[in-house]
């Protein structure tokens, strides 16, 4: 589907939600795309990307930076923490902040570089084993300890369960956050990304709709 397709499907949402558009990021999530199909929607305009791995970012963005200008990029997969650093180093945003140690650790290597992305906590709201993410129940006590290390933490993110509706994980994200007091929400993918505009979020993350089916590398 072609991005414009997909911006227009999110400023019919937002009109529908009552909301500005342009309160809305459209993530465009380049993980394992080649580099022809990202270069066609750096053509576009468009310059808000996510991926999941340090390795396969660090390996893409830099050489695209040097051809366009403007680029932000977002880290949505899980992190390891001794991938901390790099993605620190390559990202504006990281999504995915979901236990003590990781937070701890960007706090450290913040002091060290003399700045910080923007974080998201990231909450398993189906809570699932195999799944990333603080459980709904910690997520309180976890905010508290990011902010308290005097993290930039803007908002949460979540995935829901595939074979679940997925509003009624965007609505507890967005109840989790009011309480917190973040205004920040992850949340939304290709297949669901209009329902979660209707119930907030302010950061969709949308892959197969924009590029087409993933091509794993060979």
Same mark, same amino acid.
């Given at each position: *589907?072609?991005?414009?397709?997909?911006?227009?499907?999110?400023?019919? %949402?937002?009109?529908?939600?009552?909301?500005?558009?342009?309160?809305?990021?459209?993530?465009?999530?380049?993980?394992? =795309?080649?580099? #022809?199909? !990202?270069?066609?929607?750096?053509?576009?305009?468009?310059?808000?990307?996510?991926?999941?791995?340090?390795?396969?970012?660090?390996?893409?963005?830099?050489?695209?930076?040097?051809?366009?200008?403007?680029?932000?990029?977002? *880290?949505?997969?899980?992190?390891?923490?001794?991938?901390?650093?790099?993605?620190? #180093?390559?990202? =504006?945003?990281?999504?995915?902040?979901?236990?003590?140690?990781?937070?701890?650790?960007?706090?450290?290597?913040?002091?060290?570089?003399?700045?910080?992305?923007?974080?998201?906590?990231?909450?398993?709201?189906?809570?699932?084993?195999?799944?990333? /993410?603080?459980?709904?129940?910690?997520?309180?006590?976890? !905010? %508290?300890?990011?902010?308290?290390?005097?993290?930039?933490?803007?908002?949460?993110?979540?995935?829901?369960?595939?074979? #679940?509706?997925?509003?009624?994980?965007?609505?507890?994200?967005?109840?989790?956050?009011?309480?917190? /007091?973040?205004?920040?929400?992850? *949340?939304? *993918?290709?297949?669901?990304?209009?329902?979660?505009?209707?119930?907030?979020?302010?950061?969709?993350?949308?892959?197969?709709?924009?590029? /087409?089916?993933? !091509?794993?590398?060979?």
């Amino acid at each position: *589907m072609p991005l414009a397709d997909i911006q227009d499907k999110m400023r019919k %949402a937002c009109d529908a939600a009552g909301r500005d558009y342009d309160d809305v990021t459209l993530i465009a999530v380049s993980k394992v =795309q080649p580099d #022809e199909r !990202v270069a066609a929607v750096l053509d576009e305009g468009h310059r808000i990307f996510g991926e999941n791995k340090v390795q396969e970012a660090a390996g893409k963005w830099p050489r695209f930076r040097a051809q366009y200008e403007g680029i932000k990029l977002h *880290m949505i997969g899980p992190l390891q923490t001794n991938k901390a650093r790099q993605a620190m #180093e390559l990202a =504006q945003a990281i999504h995915t902040v979901d236990r003590p140690k990781l937070a701890t650790t960007i706090a450290r290597l913040a002091q060290d570089i003399g700045s910080c992305p923007d974080l998201f906590v990231q909450v398993n709201t189906g809570e699932e084993p195999q799944k990333a /993410g603080v459980l709904p129940s910690d997520a309180d006590t976890f !905010v %508290a300890e990011v902010r308290a290390l005097d993290l930039p933490l803007k908002g949460l993110m979540c995935i829901p369960p595939v074979d #679940e509706e997925p509003a009624l994980h965007f609505a507890l994200l967005a109840k989790i956050a009011a309480r917190n /007091g973040l205004s920040g929400l992850s *949340m939304g *993918m290709s297949s669901d990304f209009e329902r979660a505009i209707a119930l907030g979020a302010t950061h969709i993350r949308v892959g197969s709709a924009i590029f /087409g089916d993933r !091509v794993p590398a060979q």
